[in-house]
């Protein structure tokens, strides 16, 4: 098995670094998305609604309960990789309007070839910065705004200050919500920053995760949820205590507590968030 998938992978150089579509020995029409050995995605072309990867399992959660079953969304996603969220948004709330953005023209063109989505006028896909993207957004014009953006397994810099947030509640609806993959570790100073950035502009929300990645064990990835209304934290908790791998939330006084008096992050002092440890990705590789 382990030949065949290296003899079946798809390498490409792209913009951002060297892309490998690998595919899922134990599903048939699935693939992994890495880029530099990251794993960024995970895509079943046969079924758009099956989600590998866990806190693609949480984010799709919290876009199930945004809004009644099967109703369209306005979604912008910050972040493209092989586009899993957006075939699932597709699948599971048809009419929906959605942007992806993603800075890594090859990369996007790498996707379309090897792993097509189906054709959607709705479904729109832009070569382009994030924070550019939302710059030129206009005001109130979407029911969710996703982040999921990595170079070199690290959220850029300029995606982590309260200027960029700011520019997200700015186009979001009075009732949408910001979704944000925060990948961090021991001692979650990245994580408790980012917690403390998006409430200061988007104040009612919570996070998500593994137990022991939110109590600073190891590392991985939390899932914030933030909004002008509260978010669904029940259904949430239910959801992840439910998932494959169970899951935690914290809000209110727990998230107070998680974030600790950390300072809001600004333009001038805003730096990469936390890099990966060395070889956490080799496993199985």
Not at 64 to 85: F, K, N, Q, S
Not at 99 to 122: H, I, K, M, S, T
Not at 214 to 233: D, I, K, Q, T, W
Request: charge should be positive; aromatic fraction near 4%.
């Amino acid at each position: 098995m382990g030949r065949k998938r290296a003899a079946d992978t798809v390498a490409a150089r792209v913009d951002t670094g060297q892309a490998e579509l690998v595919p899922d020995p134990d599903r048939p029409g699935s693939w992994t998305l890495l880029l530099d050995g990251a794993p960024q995605s995970h895509v079943d072309l046969a079924d758009p609604t099956h989600l590998e990867f866990e806190y693609v399992r949480r984010l799709a959660a919290a876009i199930d309960l945004m809004a009644p079953a099967g109703a369209p969304l306005r979604v912008l996603h910050l972040g493209g990789g092989a586009l899993t969220l957006p075939r699932y948004v597709a699948a599971t709330r048809p009419g929906s309007t959605q942007r992806v953005v993603e800075v890594d023209g090859a990369l996007v063109e790498l996707v379309r070839r090897a792993l097509p989505w189906p054709p959607d006028p709705r479904l729109k896909v832009r070569v382009a910065d994030a924070r550019a993207v939302l710059a030129a957004s206009r005001d109130a014009s979407y029911d969710v705004v996703l982040a999921d953006v990595f170079a070199g397994a690290r959220t850029p810099a300029h995606l982590t200050s309260v200027e960029y947030a700011a520019e997200v509640a700015r186009v979001l609806r009075p009732a949408g919500f910001h979704l944000a993959n925060v990948a961090d570790g021991p001692p979650l100073r990245h994580a408790r920053a980012q917690v403390a950035t998006v409430r200061s502009v988007l104040p009612r929300a919570c996070l998500v995760g593994d137990a022991a990645v939110l109590r600073g064990r190891r590392y991985g990835n939390l899932v914030l949820v933030a909004g002008r209304v509260e978010p669904p934290v029940p259904e949430l908790t239910r959801r992840a205590a439910g998932d494959w791998f169970p899951g935690r939330v914290l809000a209110g006084e727990e998230l107070d507590r998680f974030a600790g008096g950390a300072a809001v992050v600004r333009d001038v002092d805003a730096t990469d968030s936390t890099p990966p440890p060395p070889g956490i990705f080799s496993v199985g590789r």
